[in-house]
């Protein structure tokens, strides 16, 4: 049970603004105007670890590209300015300190209702800074002061701190990006999925992208068009990723996927992430070791939920593989290839690869559950359940990372990570070893 919060928020956000207004005030001091923006950006954010202070930026005129290439040009890229990270005060770390541990003091959700807090603040001091900015800086008749969103919220989030029609004035790419979006969503959903295809492969507004979204929001609609897209020699891996996102696996689908499963290396991965394992086996073994990991590897998340953890196809696969295919399965896994994420439905499939006979298995088990947003629930047997003394060393060493990943739930486990780091007879083991420990 995390005992109710003492953290006072309005005198973080106080204090978080006097930092940012002093750091401004004193820029005024250097005379660098013109200056046409301020914003709050970057910072670095672990679920369940860290969450720092964003960094302040300011831009001149004379140093700002032409505003004519939308929010995501130079222009409006913090990255690129005068003043891209101005230096506050040594008190700033005690706040950053102070968010932290108030952030990671109990569970997930904890942290999550913390970040929440802190997201609304920075709202609300953003929104404050602007007159600070236009009191002691020379700034331009169209002066903005916003937060700065890398994702694909960037425009959105800005919108909120700026006025509408300066807003609709600096920013007519998306304005006229969401009006195409508004016009293009009225028409026939057959004929949207037609249009939508022939975005792909193309850049900025109505780009691949914007395309791949809003075709898994048409969904069955879509597959018509999708399908008739495969043969494409360009962008027919784009169709088969998106029909797999989709999770749409209709005979139509899987035939024309099969079709061309070996030609194509995005054909045999939707296969897999559609579920297509029994076909799947009896391939060729670049088309099979294709399919079948696909949904254990980070491609198949995309932007939203993973599939379902299942490694029984893999398994039955690897039960009559030969050695050759065994070492192609175990390099498309390897350690650093990325994996799926899991939800805490599939901890329970995740706990049972740890037992698998195939050492393959067993270590990408051990690496999905070092996620502490599994759940406080699942954390007693997840830490309990990954072996430290495993035969396979890539089993130990993604073990003692993925313990270290669950930070103070884990202290229990400091004994075991340093009998690890000091016996184990890998130094890779060893070292992940050492690194669990400081995370802990």
């Given amino acids: 049970m995390v005992p109710p919060s003492t953290f006072d928020w309005d005198a973080f956000s106080n204090r978080l603004f006097d930092e940012l207004a002093n750091a401004l005030i004193a820029l005024g001091r ?19 670890a860290l969450l720092s202070l964003p960094l302040l930026a300011v831009n001149t005129e004379a140093r700002g590209s032409p505003g004519d290439g939308g929010f995501w040009c130079e222009r409006w890229s913090p990255a690129d300015w005068a003043y891209d990270d101005i230096e506050l005060s040594s008190q700033a770390l ?5 968010l932290t541990a108030e952030a990671t003091r109990g569970s997930v959700a904890q942290w999550r209702e913390t970040e929440r807090h802190y997201e609304a603040v920075l709202m609300d001091v953003v929104q404050r800074l602007h007159a600070v900015a236009t009191e002691h800086l020379r700034c331009t008749p169209d002066f903005v002061c916003f937060i700065h969103a890398a994702d694909g919220t960037g425009p959105d989030v800005a919108r909120k701190t700026i006025p509408a029609e300066l807003f609709a004035t ?7 990006l969401k009006q195409d979006k508004q016009a ?18 193309a850049f900025g ?22 399908v008739a897209t495969l043969d494409d020699p360009k962008v027919g891996w784009t169709a088969a990723m998106v029909l797999a996102r989709m999770r749409l696996a209709t005979p139509s689908t899987v035939a024309a996927l099969r079709e061309r499963a070996e030609q194509h290396l995005w054909h045999a991965m939707a296969l897999g992430m559609l579920g297509d394992g029994a076909w799947l086996q009896t391939q060729s073994p670049s088309v099979a070791v294709r399919g079948l990991t696909a949904p254990l590897r980070a491609i198949a998340s995309g932007d939203g939920p993973p599939p379902k953890l299942d490694y029984a196809p893999l398994r039955e ?55 502490r947003a599994l759940g406080d629930d699942a954390c007693e047997a997840i830490l309990a359940a990954l072996p430290l003394d495993d035969p396979h060393p890539l089993v130990r060493r993604l073990a003692a990372l993925s313990i270290g990943r669950w930070r103070a739930s884990a202290r229990s486990y400091r004994e075991d990570l340093e009998r690890l780091m000091e016996t184990d007879v890998d130094e890779h083991v060893q070292r992940a070893a050492k690194t669990a420990l400081s995370m802990l």
Wanted: aromatic share 8%.
């Fill in 205 to 226: 507004p109505l780009g691949t992208e914007d395309a791949q979204e809003a075709l898994v929001a048409l969904g069955p609609d879509a597959t018509a068009a999708l």
């Fill in 94 to 98: 005690a706040l950053e300190q102070g």
């Fill in 317 to 371: 696969y690897l039960a009559t593989a030969d050695t050759a295919t065994v070492e192609l399965v175990e390099q498309t896994l390897k350690p650093g290839s990325s994996y799926a994420g899991i939800v805490a439905s599939d901890v329970s499939a995740a706990l049972e690869g740890l037992t698998s006979s195939h050492a393959v298995i067993r270590w990408h088990a051990a690496s999905v559950l070092g996620d």
């Fill in 30 to 48: 250097e005379e660098p105007g013109p200056v046409y923006v301020v914003a709050l950006w970057g910072g670095y954010r672990e679920l369940g």
């Fill in 184 to 201: 293009m969503a009225t028409r026939p959903p057959a004929e949207q999925a037609a249009y939508w295809v022939t975005r792909f492969g």
């Fill in 170 to 176: 600096l920013f007519s790419v998306e304005v006229k």
